[in-house]
T-cell receptor, first 113, second 112 residues
Framework: GDSVTQMEGPVTLSEEAFLTINCTYT??????LFWYVQYPGEGLQLLLK?????DKGSNKGFEATYRKETTSFHLEKGSVQVSDSAVYFC????????????FGTGTRLTIIP | KAGVTQTPRYLIKTRGQQVTLSCSPI?????VSWYQQTPGQGLQFLFE???????NKGNFPGRFSGRQFSNSRSEMNVSTLELGDSALYLC???????????FGPGTRLTVL
């Protein structure tokens, strides 16, 4: 079945460091791919998405590119801030849209001033 | 546009009781999904409703049930609560199934 594998956390970085959180997926066809972020005590917020190969999703300085050849959707940010501390989830929706949204296990990110 | 709202935000129950959680989707959204989030199991899919019909169901016992009303609002019910049901229950809405989902703040359920 469909699955998402995320980089194990927790990840701790200094402010202004470069961030990469790896995400790879297993799915048939071309699923839609998402990154969600969860701040402490809150629900999930959609951070960015990509719906076809080579699409780049971007929001709030975060970017991720849909790579069909490597079945990956890695999240990157050039200069992280303390306010980026949160848990990040990679997710996919199968192309037919008749199955459920499948999440990775989440990666906890802590940014140190 | 108002986001997804969930009530109550916090709930404390004892074992054996039952509980009903409510979710109001974003206006115009017809699909509602429910998830259970725990530190040990992460995010687990419970069920999805579209136009009052359950489209998908996760791997949870029959004690977990849900429904959707004609105005797209949804409720989930857990009967005979167990300690392991303590979790954050998240509701998400989308225009229809297969579209991006928007999450509510969750209901934190504690079972004593």
């Amino acid at each position: 079945g469909d699955s998402v594998t995320q980089m194990e956390g927790p990840v701790t970085l200094s402010e202004e460091a470069f961030l990469t959180i790896n995400c790879t997926y297993t799915a048939t066809g071309y699923p839609s791919l998402f990154w969600y972020v969860q701040y402490p005590g809150e629900g999930l917020q959609l951070l960015l998405k990509a719906t076809k190969a080579d699409d780049k999703g971007s929001n709030k300085g975060f970017e991720a590119t849909y790579r069909k050849e490597t079945t990956s959707f890695h999240l990157e940010k050039g200069s992280v801030q303390v306010s980026d501390s949160a848990v990040y989830f990679c997710a996919l929706y199968p192309p037919l849209g008749n199955e459920k949204l499948t999440f990775g296990t989440g990666t906890r990110l802590t940014i140190i001033p | 546009k108002a986001g997804v709202t969930q009530t109550p935000r916090y709930l404390i129950k004892t074992r054996g009781q039952q509980v009903t959680l409510s979710c109001s989707p974003i206006s115009g959204h017809r699909s509602v999904s429910w998830y259970q989030q725990t530190p040990g199991q992460g995010l687990q899919f419970l069920f999805e409703y579209f136009s009052e019909t359950q489209r998908n169901k996760g791997n949870f016992p029959g004690r977990f049930s849900g429904r959707q009303f004609s105005n797209s609002r949804s409720e989930m019910n857990v009967s005979t609560l167990e300690l392991g049901d303590s979790a954050l229950y998240l509701c998400a809405s989308s225009l229809r199934f297969g579209n991006e989902q928007f999450f509510g703040p969750g209901t934190r359920l504690t079972v004593l």
